[in-house]
């Protein structure tokens, strides 16, 4: 062979070696991750779009984007390049989740090259994996979905985290089981609206939690109700004030108020105004709660009620509207069945990394969502994780300070004994020697956009709240951190953590960054969590780890504030801790 032809022969292979190795290395990061979505799959589909998976009462016109081409990404969103067809408007557009590849990454600062290893493809496995679970409990028939405290979904989650752990290296993984005292559990609901000889089923309603009862008295005496109907005449009260309350008869009717979302599901004006109270103090039979965005969302509100209390979908709250606006006497049929369900448990996952003294760092992540929680808290699941994979891959020497990693259930379920409460109850010692708490939750999230009468998405990271807690010298590592990491936040820190760190505050030095947006709703799926995000936060993360065991403990133990009061009263049943105890 002419020597020319065969310098061309021998390039071309190691092209096609180089190819198979970068190919390889993507499908075993996937792999390990479990990730079950492949190439040929997206190629069988034979499109850059795909109807996203959101729920039964999402719009059609919903479209998850799964296109790897940069320049034409936007094309599987319906928009024409040089314009679209005449008669169009920019303000009139369905919801799109781009691809990954739409986002745009940070370039990782000089000199911090190491932490390219640190993965948010298979970070996107994991939430990919972790959201299956919730998948499995809706597809399972579960009309209250997702990883809920207590249910066989929740112990998946637990015994996934665990297997992780194990696989990357961390040493010493169990789980801490607790009993739970009897449990808020709505078995099934129906929600449906009667006009003018037609019924419309109201498919985006969802219970509020902790009801008939509130979280002073989930007893085993107020067992919830069975199959209890209402037919209500509905009143329209507006965001809820008390100027849209005036000359309004709220007794025995059910009374439907539009909030707005500050900025996410579960944090919305119902609430924080007081609009939900007043109609409950008014002798409301039921309230509903409209979750203002566009389309007909599902959202699971975090407000514990003491009369039957859903929220319910932008399209139908307006369809109930426009049938009181036309006067055609609307009648709400409400039939919910509530049960307090007893013998369940829950799991808290330990594991640690021995380093050379007995400081510590403490790496934790909650486990339970209602619906798919991707952001919310597969995502932070992920980014834990990865981190452990990345310090199980150095040597001992290498760790200055012990690692310790956490997950915890029980993130919204009252229950004073078991997962977080249990830690902060508990592990006072353990915190003396903690120089840094990361709490990993909500890491990653899309900004959503309301555009005319239509919520649409983009290809830009959501700013998400953040918070510290210890000294001058640690807030300034990490507000500098997320600065050349590119991982946005608000313009100044909350004042309170809010999350899992806020059950820990005066205990020890610690930060997060907290995503707000979409949590509790149908639209916290997987591709709403953007790779650019998870990357740029988890090696934010570790870069501030490492820089964390060059600074003396006394140095971060300032300013970590005040230790946190009892979340749940004592009139709730405790919960006994099982025999395997945490690390001390």
């Not at 599987?76 to 169009?88: E, H, L, Q, R, Y």
């Not at 309004?248 to 500050?262: E, N």
């Not at 990993?440 to 239509?454: Q, Y």
């Not at 930060?511 to 947006?517: A, I, K, R, T």
């Amino acid at each position: 062979m002419p020597k020319k032809i065969r310098n061309v022969a021998c390039s071309m292979a190691l092209i096609a070696i180089a190819v198979w190795l970068f190919t390889f290395e993507r499908k075993v990061a996937t792999v390990n991750a479990g990730q079950r979505a492949s190439v040929a799959t997206h190629n069988a589909q034979g499109g850059d779009a795909v109807p996203c998976d959101t729920s039964k009462s999402a719009a059609p016109s919903e479209l998850c984007g799964t296109s790897t081409d940069p320049a034409h990404w936007w094309d599987a969103a319906g928009i024409a390049g040089g314009g679209g067809p005449s008669g169009g408007s920019w303000h009139t557009q369905s919801t799109f989740f781009p691809p990954d590849v739409a986002y745009t990454h940070f370039a990782i600062p000089k000199g911090d090259e190491k932490y390219a290893v640190l993965s948010a493809v298979r970070i996107k496995g994991y939430i990919n994996d972790i959201t299956g679970f919730s998948r499995k409990s809706r597809d399972d028939g579960n009309q209250y979905w997702g990883r809920i405290t207590g249910s066989e979904y929740d112990h998946m989650t637990e015994d996934y985290v665990a297997a992780q752990l194990k696989r990357v290296g961390v040493q010493s993984v169990h789980l801490q089981k607790f009993n739970l005292s009897p449990q808020w559990w709505p078995t099934h609901w129906e929600v449906s609206v009667t006009a003018g000889g037609k019924t419309m089923k109201l498919e985006s309603a969802f219970p509020h939690w902790a009801q008939p009862c509130d979280n002073k008295d989930c007893t085993l005496a107020n067992k919830g109700t069975e199959g209890k109907t209402w037919d209500l005449q509905p009143v329209w009260v507006g965001l809820g004030t008390p100027a849209d309350f005036e000359g309004k008869d709220v007794k025995g009717k059910a009374v439907l108020i539009y909030s707005i979302p500050t900025p996410g599901g579960r944090d919305y004006s119902a609430g924080w105004s007081g609009a939900a109270k007043r109609a409950w103090d008014g002798g409301a039979a039921v309230v509903f709660t409209i979750l203002g965005l566009p389309g007909n969302h599902v959202n699971h509100n975090g407000m514990a009620s003491t009369i039957p209390t859903f929220s319910l979908g932008m399209d139908d709250a307006t369809a109930i509207r426009e049938m009181i606006e036309k006067k055609e006497s609307p009648i709400v049929h409400v039939n919910e069945s509530v049960e307090f369900r007893t013998g369940l448990y829950t799991n808290s996952v330990w594991g640690t990394l021995p380093g050379m003294t007995d400081e510590n760092i403490l790496i934790m992540a909650h486990t339970e969502a209602p619906m798919q929680g991707a952001m919310d808290n597969a995502s932070g699941i992920g980014t834990m994780i990865e981190l452990a994979q990345y310090y199980a891959s150095l040597p001992t020497s290498q760790r200055k300070r012990t690692i310790t990693f956490l997950t915890t259930s029980a993130h919204h379920t009252p229950a004073p004994n078991a997962g977080i409460q249990w830690v902060r109850k508990n592990m006072g010692p353990f915190f003396e020697k903690t120089a840094l708490i990361v709490n990993c939750e909500h890491t990653a999230g899309m900004v959503l956009v309301d555009v005319g009468s239509d919520l649409v998405g983009s290809n830009v990271v959501a700013p998400a709240r953040f918070f510290m807690q210890g000294s001058d010298e640690l807030k300034s590592l990490v507000t500098k951190t997320f600065v050349d990491y590119g991982v946005g936040h608000y313009s100044r820190p909350a004042a309170g953590s809010g999350g899992e760190l806020g059950e820990l505050r005066g205990l020890a030095p610690g930060f997060h960054v907290l995503n707000d947006e979409a949590y509790h709703t149908d639209l916290d799926i997987p591709q709403y969590v953007p790779e650019a995000g998870l990357e740029s936060a988890v090696r934010a993360y570790a870069k501030i780890i490492d820089q964390v065991n060059k600074m003396p403990l006394e140095s971060l133990r300032k300013n970590i504030g005040t230790p946190t009061v009892d979340r749940w009263t004592p009139a709730i049943e405790s919960e006994d801790a099982g025999a395997i105890p945490a690390p001390k």
